[in-house]
């Protein structure tokens, strides 16, 4: 997981069984499908160790997915 990954939500999941705390449920409000992990890290204001472990939680859930980054993508097209 790179921090230029873009988060999008997991339209197939389910969040019966899944227990999230305030700041896991803040993250995932925050998921637009347009937004790096390092832009929601800036509007959440949460230090790196702890939107990673976030993101691991969310992914572990299967409630997020992620596309490559624009400056991925340009990186592959270039090599």
């Known amino acids: 997981m790179e921090f230029t990954n873009i988060p999008i939500l997991n339209a197939k999941a389910s969040l019966e069984g899944v227990t999230l705390t305030p700041e896991d449920a803040f993250v995932l409000s925050r998921i637009n499908g347009k937004s790096s992990i390092a832009e929601i890290q800036k509007i959440v204001g949460f ?3 702890k939107i990673k472990a976030i993101f691991e939680k969310l992914v572990s859930h299967s409630l997020v997915v992620f ?13």
């Open 47 to 49: 230090d790196a160790n």
């Open 67 to 79: 596309q490559e980054s624009v400056s991925a993508k340009s990186e592959a097209i270039k090599n």
